[in-house]
């Protein structure tokens, strides 16, 4: 009797330890930051809009239509504690149909070095920097008149950028972002005129302000510190 007792005791003990351990364990989790050295990180953000716009006048009816697409995917890597490299593409498509057809896509890739600023588990805001490659293609079309215009533009350049941003994080997994960047490029490219076929040297820049909203997942365990 007195050995079962001893056998219960101990038996009581070492699951008592464990339980201590794993919410010990627990809580020491909870308290690191997601954004640990060693683990990788994938997001998806961007938008869509599709709109239609009808004029009625003495002049008659006419309807105008207009398409933007944007997105940027990323996938990065967390070199340190809260300070991530990260190679970023996007690709953006605009499209309208009024009195003058215009037809516009841009894509870009380039590396990007993101920083979050809090240790906080439930996520933190984040300044990013990054430099990109671009190319560039513009279509803009004016047939009802008598000296009809079809110009297309195509260029290719580098470009910069700066953001602000939040990243929220679900159970050390899923993220939700949101962010404004500012984005600024340099073009260098021909314009063709595809009825009378001359070209032209083209010399240009874009300066674009924008608020991103983002999906992402964090995965690995990381560095334990």
Request: hydrophobic share 35%; glycine share 12%; proline share 2%.
């Amino acid at each position: 009797m007195r050995h079962l007792i001893i056998l219960i005791v101990c038996i009581l003990s070492f699951h008592v330890n464990g339980i201590g351990s794993a919410i010990e364990e627990s809580d020491t989790t909870d308290q690191m930051t997601p954004f640990r050295q060693n683990r990788w990180m994938t997001s998806i953000s961007g938008f869509i809009t599709s709109g239609n716009t009808e004029f009625s006048g003495s002049n008659g009816t006419s309807d105008n239509y207009s398409n933007n697409f944007y997105y940027t995917l990323s996938g990065s890597y967390f070199l340190r504690d809260r300070l991530n490299l990260g190679l970023y593409a996007g690709f953006t498509r605009t499209s309208s149909e009024e009195l003058i057809i215009r037809e516009t896509e841009g894509f870009l890739i380039g590396p990007g070095l993101r920083y979050y600023l809090s240790k906080n588990r439930e996520g933190s805001l984040y300044f990013q920097g990054g430099m990109f490659y671009a190319r560039f293609y513009d279509r803009t079309a004016l047939l009802n008149i008598p000296n009809p215009v079809d110009n297309i533009l195509r260029g290719k350049g580098v470009g910069g950028s700066i953001g602000l941003g939040y990243s929220y994080v679900f159970k050390d997994l899923l993220i939700l972002e949101i962010g404004f960047y500012n984005n600024f490029r340099r073009f260098q490219g021909e314009t063709t005129n595809q009825i009378t076929k001359n070209v032209t040297k083209e010399n240009f820049s874009q300066y674009e302000l924008s608020f991103r909203f983002g999906l992402g997942i964090i995965i690995g365990k990381g560095i334990h510190k």
